[in-house]
């Protein structure tokens, strides 16, 4: 089992920043693709981004490349995800998820383990 905690959401303007947090414990981390996901409402959830916990291989949707930037812990067993820019339409739910490999990362059904949530909200 896998157990994640997100912390770090809130309230920013559109322009500001704001840094995610996902602590992982429960597992060997050397095999786990890491990814963030997003909900905001009234919409199906998207991914964001993943990193390879072992390589540091990230993996970035379109949408927030050159804003976004996640990286990894290994001393702390953390994921973060650095939001700069940050737009209106970035205000959403994110999540935390974890699969083993990276294939499918895109894809939430590939996920076994998820975090809780935290919400972000962009005011413009």
């Known amino acids: 089992q896998v157990q994640l905690v997100e912390s770090g959401g809130g309230l920013v303007q559109a322009g500001g920043s704001l840094r995610l947090s996902c602590e992982a414990s429960?597992?060997?981390?050397?095999?786990?693709?890491m990814g963030w996901f997003r909900q905001a409402p009234g919409k199906e959830r998207e991914f964001v981004a993943g990193?390879?916990?072992?390589?540091?291989?990230?993996y970035y949707a379109d949408s927030v490349k050159g804003r976004f930037t996640i990286s990894r812990d290994n001393n702390k067993n953390t994921v973060y995800l650095q939001m700069n820019s940050l737009r209106s339409e970035d205000t959403a739910v994110y999540y935390c998820?974890?699969?083993?490999?990276?294939?499918?990362?895109?894809?939430?059904?590939?996920?076994?383990?998820w975090g809780q949530g935290t919400q972000v909200t962009v005011s413009s």
């Open positions: 990193i390879m916990w072992m390589t540091g291989g990230t």
């Open positions: 429960g597992h060997t981390f050397n095999s786990l693709f």
């Open positions: 998820a974890a699969k083993v490999g990276a294939i499918n990362h895109a894809y939430e059904d590939a996920y076994k383990y």
